[in-house]
C-alpha cells in the first residue's frame, strides 16, 4: 500500500530459503552463589517473602474451598477460585524487575500475578507516593480498614492494603479494589500496574497489544506483560494480538522515535494444561510453547522457554528482554515453564493427570527448593525464615478476618440503593482531551486539501429554489464524520485511529480521506485483518488512557470481534467500579448492494449487550453532531453508519451543517417531519424510504406522517415519541435489521405498554425479512421499501381507500412465517 | 319523547342482572309508579318501577335474559308515532349485516355487543373490536360504540368510525338549531352529574351555614412553604391543603361528621376518606384520598396534586370517584373569589365544607385599636336528617380554630 514499498518481482521469484535460528531452552545456569553479586541479601530473602505470600494466599482460598474453613474460622465462598498453588517463582520472577509503571495483564488465574506485582511496586515505591495511592483510592474505603490499628511502617501497611484489597475483591465485598463487581477473575489495581485480568482464556491476548501501543504512541515510560496461559495460544484474539503486535510498519514505516517494536512481552506461565487439556502432547502441536516465536517475524520475537520454577532464571531472562524492548526491538515471546498442584478449579478431580506426576513436581517445588538454598548458602538462617513464615501467615490471616467480617467489609447495598450497580455501568464523562499536551498533526488545519474541499461544499442540500445541488457539490454524510473526527485529532493528544485500509485508501468509503496528509503513522495506521484486535487492542489503549477509534469495514465482521464487542468493550468499566474508563468509539460501516456477508444490519445485536451505547445516525448534520459527543464521551459507543448514505447532503438543517463545534447529546431521537395521523419511528438508512412512504401517504391518501429519527438506539428517550404517540394514536417502526429479535420490537414493545391507552392500532414493525441479504439486483425484497411500509399500514393500522396490497403483512402470513423460522 | 330504561346498578361489583318478570307487554300504557319488570343480582331482587306516563314499546329482553347493568332494556315512549324513532333506534344498534326496513326484533339479534361505556367496566365478551384510544373517545363523546362500524383490521372499532359516528347521533332528541340557538345533546359525564345534584337536593335536608376564619396564620403558612421552593424534598403545599388538614383534624373530634346515611342508618368511618373537588373539562369530579388521617401534610398534599393530574388526563381510578368512596368533602372555590356558597352535599354522604376566598375584615385587635386581617370564609352544608345544627356548628368552629391554629416547620 504505500507507494514507498516497491514490491519487486524481480527479487519476489529469486530462489532462496526461510533460516530459522534456534531457541533458547532453559540455558539458565547460575547458582546462587553465583548471583549474589547479582543480588543483596535482603532482595533473596524478599523473594522467598513474595513466593511464600502467594503460596498462604492460594493455600488459603483452597482450604476456603475444599474444607469450609481455615485456621479454625469458617467461610462459605461460592465463587470462582483458579489457583496458581505451584507458579509462585514464575509470578514473582516475571514481577521483580517491574515497577507501577510496568503493566501487566493477566488471566483467571492471576491471584499470584497481582501479589507479586503488587508487593515489587511497593518496594520500589516511596512512602509518600504509597500513601497517595493508597489514600485516594475509592476515597480511602480501603485505606481506613486497614491503617486502623497499624503501628509499623507504610510499606507494611502497603502489603496489607494489597492483601485485604485483592482478598475483598475476590470475595465480593464493596470494599475490594474493584467494589466487588470483578471478582476473582478479573481483579486489578492500576496504581501498582496491575491491569485487569481476564476470566476469557486469551482475553489479555490483543488487550495488552493496545496497552503496549498506549505506552509507544504517547511516549510513556514501562513496558507491558501480558501473562496468559499455554492452552490460551490456541486462541484467536491471541494470534490476532500477535499479528498485531508483530508488524512490519513499526520498524519499516513508523518515523522518528516512533521508528521501532512495541513494549510487550507475551509471558505463556506454562504449567502445561488448559482446564484439563494437556497442551502438549494432546490439544496443541508446538512441543514447546516457545516455537511459535520462530514463525512470526524475524526476530523470532526473542523467543525463550525459561525456567519458571526457578525465580532467579526469570528474573534473569525478564532483565534481558527489557533490554530488547527498551532498544525497541519487541515484542518479545516468553514459555515459562512452571507447574500448579492445585486443579483448574475447586472442582477439579485431576481425572486427567496421575498422582505420580504432581509428586514429581512437588520435589521440584519453587519455595522448599529456594528456601533451601537460601539457608545453605548462609544467606539466612533457619530461624529468621520462621519469622518470615510467622509474619506472612499472620498477614493473611489478619486480612482474612477483617475481609470476612460483614460489618468491616460489607457488600454492595442493593436493598438500599437498587440502581447500585447500574450507577457503575456508563461514566457518562465529558473531556475535551485524555491528556493535556499538544497533539502531533503534519499540517495545518487549513492546508488540509480535504478541509479545502469541504469548503467549497454546500453544507444544506437544496438552493433558495429548493432544487437539489449535484452530489458533487453536497456536503455528505461522509464529510460530518471526517469534520467531526479531525477536529478532535487536533485537540485531543491521546486520540489514534485504526481499521483495516484507513490509511493511503482513506478508508473504504473514503471518510478518512485527508487523514493520512494531516497525521503521522503512531496516529492513523493500517492494522492487519484481524477485527478481534482492532478492537481489542482499542481496548487496551482506552484502558490505559487514551481516546481510540478503531473501525469495522463492514458490519458484517462484527461476528470476527465477538469476544471483544461482547465481552470486552461493554463491561471493563463496570467491573473496574468506574475505575477505568473506555473512551472508545467503535465506527461499524452498514452495508449494502454485497450480498449475504457484507450487507447485513446487526445494531439490535449490539443494542442487546449493557455497557455499549449504540448510535445510528442519518443525516450528515446528525452524524457530525453525534461524533463530536461519542469523541467527548468517556464511555464505549458502537458508532453505525450505512454506506447507503455516506454521500447524501444535509436535507434538513436549513441553516446548513455548521462549521464549528456542537453536540447532539446521544439518546434523543429527532423529529424530521411532522404529521398528526401516524407516527413512524426510523432506524438508520430507512429514514429517506420513510419520507418517501410519507409523500405517498400525503399525496394519495390525505394521510399525514410524523417521521421520527432514532438516531440512537442505546440510550434511547421515549418521551418525544410517546407525546407523538398520544398525538396520531398510530405507530409503525421501520429499519434495515431483519425484523426478529430486532431492536424495533424492543422499542415496539416499550412505546406500546407506556402508550396503549392512546393507541388506535398496535405497534407495527417493518424490518428486512429473516432471510439471508441477497444479491443487489434482489435487493428490494429483502430490505423495507416504502410500499412494504404503506401495505403495513393498510393491513395492521387504517385500511386505506382503494390501496391494493402486494406485500403480506397478515396475521396468518406472519404465523406461518414464525413456524417456518423465517 | 321516548326513553330508553335502563338495567340498574345494584352494586359496585354487579356487572349484570337476570330479568325474572315482564309486567307490561308491548304496546301497553305504563303509568307513573307501575312496574315494568322484576330483576335479580346473586344477592338480591328487585323491581323496576316506572318514573313517567306513557306506553311500552319495545321490549328489548326476554324473561330469564342476563342483561348487563346500563344496558337498555325497553323503550317507553307517549304515542306509537314514536315507533319510527324507536326503529330507527334498534336498526342502528345492530352490528353487522344491512339495515332492515320495517319491524326489526331485537331479540333476535344474539350477538348484540354488550358493551358499556362507562369507565373502568370489562372488556367486551364476543362482539365487535375496539382499541383503546377510540373507546376513550367514545365515551368521553358519549358516542354508543353498539352503533358503530369498524373499518380498521379485522373489523376492529377505530378513531376515524367514531369521527362519522359523532355525525350520525341518534334522532331521540330532535336536535333544531336554528339562528335563535343551537342544541347539543348531554354528555354522559354531564348527565351523571345533572343526576347526582339533583338527587342530592331533592332527598336531603340540606342547609348551609358560613363562618369566617382568621386567615393570617394560614398565609404565613403558606408563605413560609413558597419560600423554601428549591430546597430539597420540597412539597408545593397549597392552601386548600392546609384547610384540607385542619378539617380532617376536625374531623377527629366530630366523628357523626365523618359519616354517610344510609337509609335510617348513620355509618361512622374509622378513617377520614376525604374527597376533594377537582374542576375538568370533562366536569366536576371528586376523588377520594383513603384514610387521609394517616397521612403526613406533605403526604397529603403530593397524593391530592397527583389525583388533580391524573382527573384531569382521564387516567384517574374510577373507584375514588364515586360518592360512596368518601366520609367527607372539601370543594374550594376561593381562587375564583367566592366568598360564600351553598355546595352541594355527594350522598351518602352527611356534609361538604366549601371553602371561599380570602377577604379582609375590620376586627378588634386588642386594647382598642382596629385593623383589617383576612378572613377565610367555610361554607358548610349539611344533612339535617344526619345532624343537628349545633353539631354541625361546634364542628366547623372547630375547623375554623384549626385553620387559625396552623404552623408549618
Not at chain 1, 474451598?65 to 496458581?84: C, D, F, V, W
Not at chain 2, 377520614?272 to 374542576?279: I, P, Y
Not at chain 2, 383576612?374 to 345544627?389: E, Q, V
Request: hydrophobic share 35%.
Amino acid at each position: 500500500m504505500p507507494k514507498s514499498q516497491f514490491i519487486d518481482p524481480d527479487k519476489i521469484r529469486q530462489k532462496g530459503e526461510i533460516v530459522f535460528q534456534p531457541i533458547p531452552v532453559n540455558q539458565y545456569s547460575k547458582s546462587l552463589s553465583e548471583e549474589r553479586e547479582n543480588f543483596s541479601d535482603e532482595d533473596l530473602v524478599r523473594i522467598y517473602h513474595d513466593m511464600l505470600l502467594i503460596r498462604e494466599f492460594e493455600t488459603m482460598l483452597n482450604l476456603i474451598k475444599t474444607t469450609g474453613e481455615y485456621r479454625g474460622i469458617a467461610y462459605n465462598h461460592p465463587g470462582p477460585a483458579h489457583l496458581s498453588i505451584g507458579q509462585e517463582a514464575a509470578a514473582v520472577g516475571m514481577a521483580y524487575n517491574l515497577g507501577s509503571d510496568d503493566y501487566i495483564f493477566g488471566s483467571h488465574r492471576s491471584h499470584g500475578e497481582i501479589l507479586a506485582k503488587g508487593l515489587s511496586a511497593i518496594h520500589w515505591s516511596d512512602d509518600k507516593s504509597l500513601g497517595k495511592i493508597m489514600k485516594s483510592y475509592f476515597d480511602r474505603a480501603i485505606y481506613d480498614i486497614v491503617a486502623k490499628d497499624h503501628d509499623s511502617s507504610v510499606k507494611e501497611l502497603a502489603k496489607k492494603f494489597l492483601v485485604y484489597g485483592t482478598l475483598a475483591e475476590i470475595f465480593a465485598r464493596e470494599t475490594g479494589f474493584n467494589k466487588g463487581l470483578g471478582g476473582s477473575m478479573h481483579a486489578f489495581f492500576t496504581p501498582f500496574g496491575v491491569y485487569p485480568n481476564n476470566a476469557i482464556v486469551g482475553g489479555s491476548g490483543d488487550i495488552s497489544v493496545g496497552a503496549a501501543l498506549f505506552k509507544k504512541v504517547n511516549r510513556k515510560k514501562g513496558i507491558v506483560v501480558a501473562n496468559i496461559g499455554d492452552a490460551s495460544m490456541a486462541c484467536g484474539p491471541v494470534w490476532e494480538g500477535i499479528a498485531f503486535a508483530t508488524m512490519d510498519q513499526f520498524t519499516e514505516l513508523w518515523e522518528g522515535d516512533m521508528k521501532g517494536g512495541l513494549p510487550l512481552i507475551i509471558n505463556i506461565m506454562n504449567n502445561h494444561y488448559g482446564m484439563g487439556g494437556q497442551t502438549s502432547g494432546e490439544t496443541m502441536g508446538y512441543g514447546m510453547a516457545a516455537r511459535i516465536g520462530a514463525g512470526v517475524n524475524r526476530d523470532q520475537m526473542h523467543a525463550e522457554r525459561i525456567d519458571g520454577m526457578n525465580p532467579l532464571a526469570v528474573i534473569d531472562a525478564y532483565k534481558r528482554k527489557i533490554k530488547v524492548l527498551e532498544e525497541k526491538r519487541g515484542p518479545v515471546l516468553l514459555d515459562t515453564v512452571t507447574y500448579r498442584y492445585s486443579g483448574h478449579s475447586p472442582s477439579d478431580a485431576s481425572s486427567y493427570r496421575s498422582k505420580e506426576e504432581m509428586e514429581a513436581w512437588q520435589k521440584h517445588d519453587c519455595i522448599y527448593n529456594f528456601r533451601r538454598e537460601l539457608i545453605d548458602n548462609n544467606i539466612t538462617d533457619e530461624d529468621s525464615l520462621r519469622l518470615i513464615d510467622g509474619e506472612v501467615n499472620d498477614l493473611v490471616l489478619d486480612m482474612f478476618k477483617m475481609v470476612i467480617d460483614d460489618d468491616i467489609s460489607p457488600r454492595m447495598d442493593l436493598d438500599k440503593d437498587t440502581d447500585l450497580i447500574g450507577e457503575v455501568i456508563f461514566s457518562d464523562g465529558s473531556v475535551n482531551a485524555m491528556e493535556q499536551g499538544e497533539p502531533e498533526v503534519l499540517i495545518s488545519l487549513k492546508d488540509n486539501p480535504r478541509v479545502q474541499q469541504i469548503a467549497r461544499k454546500e453544507r444544506y442540500a437544496f438552493d433558495s429554489d429548493g432544487k437539489p445541488y449535484s452530489k458533487m457539490k453536497q456536503y455528505q454524510l461522509r464529510d460530518g464524520i471526517f469534520e467531526a473526527v479531525i477536529d478532535r485529532f487536533y485537540k485531543d493528544p491521546t486520540l489514534i485511529a485504526f481499521g483495516e485500509e484507513n490509511r493511503d485508501w482513506g478508508g473504504a468509503f473514503a471518510v478518512y480521506r485527508g487523514l493520512t496528509e494531516a497525521l503521522p503513522y503512531n496516529r492513523l495506521f493500517n492494522s492487519p485483518i484481524s477485527e478481534g484486535a482492532i478492537v481489542g487492542a482499542a481496548i487496551g489503549y482506552a484502558m490505559c488512557g487514551g481516546r481510540v477509534i478503531p473501525e469495522i469495514m463492514y458490519c458484517d465482521f462484527l461476528g470476527r470481534s465477538g469476544d471483544e464487542v461482547f465481552n470486552q468493550l461493554p463491561k471493563w468499566q463496570a467491573m473496574s467500579g468506574n475505575i477505568i474508563k473506555m473512551p472508545v468509539v467503535l465506527r461499524v460501516s452498514v452495508g449494502s448492494k454485497y450480498g449475504a456477508q457484507h450487507s447485513q444490519d446487526w445494531t439490535s445485536i449490539v443494542a442487546h449487550i449493557p455497557g455499549l451505547k449504540v448510535v445510528f445516525p442519518a443525516t450528515p448534520y446528525d452524524a457530525k453532531g453525534m461524533m463530536n459527543a461519542a469523541l467527548q464521551g468517556t464511555d464505549p459507543v458502537v458508532f453505525f453508519e450505512s454506506q447507503r448514505i455516506y454521500d447524501i447532503g444535509e436535507q434538513f438543517h436549513k441553516e446548513g451543517v455548521p462549521e464549528g463545534y456542537y453536540e447532539i447529546p446521544l439518546g434523543e431521537p429527532d423529529i424530521k417531519r411532522e404529521g398528526s395521523d401516524i407516527t413512524i419511528l426510523t432506524i438508520g438508512a430507512t429514514l429517506y424510504r420513510a419520507l418517501e412512504a410519507a409523500d405517498i401517504l400525503q399525496d394519495k391518501y390525505s394521510i399525514g406522517a410524523e417521521i421520527i429519527d432514532a438516531r440512537s438506539l442505546v440510550p434511547f428517550n421515549y418521551e418525544p415519541v410517546l407525546e407523538s404517540v398520544k398525538k396520531t394514536g398510530r405507530i409503525l417502526l421501520t429499519g434495515d435489521a431483519s425484523e426478529r429479535g430486532s431492536f424495533m420490537n424492543d422499542m415496539a414493545r416499550n412505546i406500546t405498554g407506556l402508550a396503549f391507552d392512546h393507541l388506535d392500532a398496535p405497534a407495527v414493525v417493518v424490518g428486512s425479512r429473516n432471510w439471508i441479504t441477497p444479491a443487489y439486483e434482489l435487493e428490494d425484497y429483502f430490505f423495507p421499501q416504502p410500499d412494504w411500509i404503506i401495505d403495513a399500514i393498510h393491513t395492521r393500522i387504517l385500511p386505506l381507500e382503494g390501496h391494493a396490497v402486494k406485500n403480506d403483512f397478515s396475521d396468518k402470513g406472519k404465523i406461518e412465517r414464525a413456524k417456518r423460522g423465517i | 319523547m321516548a326513553t330508553q330504561i335502563k338495567m340498574p346498578r345494584q352494586g359496585q361489583s354487579v356487572e349484570s342482572c337476570i330479568i325474572t318478570k315482564l309486567y307490561i307487554e308491548e304496546g301497553n300504557e305504563v303509568k307513573e309508579g307501575d312496574l315494568l319488570f322484576a330483576y335479580e343480582t346473586d344477592k338480591a331482587s328487585f323491581e323496576y318501577e316506572s318514573e313517567q306516563d306513557g306506553v311500552l314499546l319495545k321490549w328489548l329482553f326476554n324473561e330469564g335474559d342476563e342483561v348487563p347493568v346500563l344496558e337498555t332494556v325497553c323503550i317507553v315512549g307517549v304515542e306509537k308515532e314514536e315507533d319510527e324513532v324507536v326503529q330507527a333506534w334498534i336498526r342502528r344498534s345492530t352490528p353487522s349485516g344491512p339495515r332492515q326496513q320495517g319491524e326489526s326484533d331485537p331479540r333476535q339479534q344474539d350477538d348484540i355487543p354488550l358493551s358499556r361505556h362507562k369507565v373502568g367496566t370489562s372488556p367486551l365478551k364476543g362482539g365487535s373490536k375496539i382499541s383503546p384510544r377510540a373507546r376513550k373517545l367514545a365515551e368521553v363523546k358519549g358516542i354508543d360504540i353498539r352503533s358503530v362500524k369498524g373499518s380498521g383490521p379485522g373489523g376492529r372499532i377505530i378513531v376515524r368510525d367514531l369521527e362519522g359516528a359523532e355525525k350520525a347521533e341518534p334522532v331521540l332528541i330532535t336536535t333544531a338549531d336554528s339562528d335563535e340557538y343551537s342544541e347539543e345533546p348531554l354528555t354522559n359525564i354531564r348527565k351523571i352529574i345533572a343526576k347526582s345534584v339533583y338527587q342530592s337536593l331533592q332527598n336531603s335536608a340540606q342547609l348551609t351555614h358560613h363562618l369566617g376564619a382568621d386567615a393570617r396564620k394560614l398565609m404565613a403558612a403558606r408563605k413560609k412553604i413558597k419560600k423554601a421552593k428549591g430546597n430539597k424534598g420540597y412539597v408545593n403545599i397549597t392552601i386548600n391543603d392546609l384547610v384540607c388538614f385542619a378539617v380532617i383534624k376536625a374531623l377527629a373530634e366530630h366523628p357523626r361528621v365523618n359519616s354517610q346515611l344510609h337509609g335510617e342508618t348513620l355509618r361512622l368511618f374509622r378513617h377520614v376518606n376525604l374527597g376533594t373537588a377537582v374542576d375538568t373539562e370533562r366536569g366536576l369530579m371528586v376523588p377520594v384520598i383513603k384514610h387521609a388521617d394517616s397521612l403526613s401534610i406533605e403526604e397529603f398534599s403530593k397524593r391530592a396534586a397527583a389525583l388533580s393530574v391524573q382527573c384531569r388526563s382521564g387516567a384517574v381510578d374510577p373507584d375514588i370517584l364515586r360518592p360512596e368512596a368518601g366520609s367527607f368533602t372539601v370543594s374550594n372555590l376561593g381562587n375564583y373569589g367566592v366568598e360564600m356558597f351553598t355546595p352541594v352535599i355527594n350522598l351518602p354522604q352527611t356534609a361538604i365544607l366549601g371553602v371561599n376566598t380570602i377577604v379582609l375584615r375590620p376586627a378588634d385587635l386588642g386594647d382598642g385599636v382596629y385593623g383589617f386581617v383576612p378572613y377565610i370564609g367555610l361554607s358548610l352544608t349539611y344533612d339535617h336528617r344526619a345532624l343537628d345544627g349545633g353539631e354541625a356548628t361546634r364542628f366547623l368552629k372547630r375547623v375554623a380554630e384549626e385553620v387559625e391554629n396552623i404552623e408549618i416547620k
